[in-house]
């Protein structure tokens, strides 16, 4: 059972340019997060999705940013015009659904690390 | 925002040393995670913790979930050099939302040999 897949691992972009990142949930698991980390930094919530619906995007910066799950297919990170200081991690996490509809453990990926020249 | 205060911010021990780190929160949490990352990875799950009290243990780790749900420790017995890493801790619910995990700063863990 492959685990949760992102690409590319490694991005570079320069100023302006837009930005996609990709993720493959682990099989079986229908709900999708992002996450974004700056260096010597924990992890920071963005966005949390499930097939063809955002729940809950409290996290998401409310300009350049968007994410979505399609039916068929990846999730997208979009970064539209990016700029220096979105150089980070992100990271996907992806878990199941359990008994009782209640979530629990969240599976990361390896991450994509974009640099923005 | 919501956040969790973890340390001690970064270790430095001797192979065959314990080490203990913990987290602590103002809010309530229902769901203790505790995870390592290595360079250039993602967090690896190691403990899940989902009831005030459990005591959970996974080979030489093991971590507890305050009985005031704010709080949340993991151990680490006879350390190897493969334990080098850093262990983030992670509360789910109440605190921050049933959707999104808020992650502590993490404790960064060097084991010289």
């Known amino acids: 059972n492959a685990g949760v897949m992102q690409n590319p691992r490694h991005l570079v972009r320069r100023r302006g340019q837009e930005a996609r990142l990709r993720c493959s949930p682990m099989?079986?698991?229908?709900?999708v997060y992002w996450y974004r980390q700056l260096p010597e930094e924990g992890l920071k919530f963005m966005v949390y999705l499930q097939k063809e619906n955002i729940i809950d995007e409290s996290g998401m910066p409310k300009e350049r940013f968007s994410a979505e799950f399609p039916k068929e297919g990846p999730s997208i990170l979009r970064i539209q015009q990016v700029v220096r200081g979105d150089s980070a991690a992100y990271f996907c996490?992806?878990?199941?659904?359990?008994?009782?509809?209640?979530?629990?453990?969240?599976?990361f990926g390896p991450g994509t690390r974009l640099t923005v020249l | 925002g919501q956040q969790l205060n973890q340390s001690p911010q970064s270790m430095f021990i001797q192979e065959g040393e314990d080490v203990s780190m913990n987290c602590t929160s103002s809010s309530i949490f229902n769901t203790w995670l505790w995870y390592k990352q290595e360079p250039g990875e993602g967090p690896v799950l190691l403990i899940a913790l989902y009831k005030a009290g459990e005591l959970t243990s996974n080979g030489r780790l093991t971590a507890q979930f305050g009985i005031t749900r704010k709080d949340s420790f993991l151990n680490i017995s006879a350390s190897i050099p493969s334990d080098v890493g850093i262990y983030f801790c992670?509360?789910?619910?109440?605190?921050?939302?049933?959707?999104?995990?808020?992650f502590g700063a993490g404790t960064r863990l060097a084991v010289h040999p």
């Open positions: 992670a509360g789910l619910g109440l605190g921050g939302g049933y959707n999104k995990l808020i």
């Open positions: 099989k079986g698991h229908s709900h």
């Open positions: 996490a992806s878990s199941p659904v359990l008994a009782g509809g209640f979530l629990y453990e969240q599976f």
